[in-house]
């Protein structure tokens, strides 16, 4: 049974991950794109032209989205926390 609630555990520990850094990767990713879009029509190939909005957009994201991403990770910890005294006693 133990096994069972740990292995629960670390799948919801993996979801909230996903949840958490997806919006940062989907902004990055559709920011370069954007980029490379921009560049191809306008024939400037510059490398470093990238990076600076990337950044700018994640922090953006990370900015608007942190209360809702504070807000599950808190949520899963307070999970967390009544499920380890269950099983430190063994019983669930």
Not at 66 to 76: A, G, H, K, R
């Amino acid at each position: 049974m133990e096994q069972e609630v740990i292995i629960t555990l670390m799948q919801k520990m993996f979801i909230l991950t996903l949840e958490i850094s997806v919006p940062v990767l989907v902004s990055g990713v559709v920011i370069g794109l954007a980029i490379s879009i921009f560049q191809t029509v306008t024939q400037i190939q510059e490398s470093t032209l990238t990076f600076v909005p990337k950044i700018i957009g994640g922090i953006a994201i990370l900015i608007i989205l942190m209360p809702w991403m504070v807000n599950l990770f808190i949520s899963y910890v307070n999970e967390f926390m009544e499920v380890i005294p269950q099983l430190a006693t063994g019983g669930v």
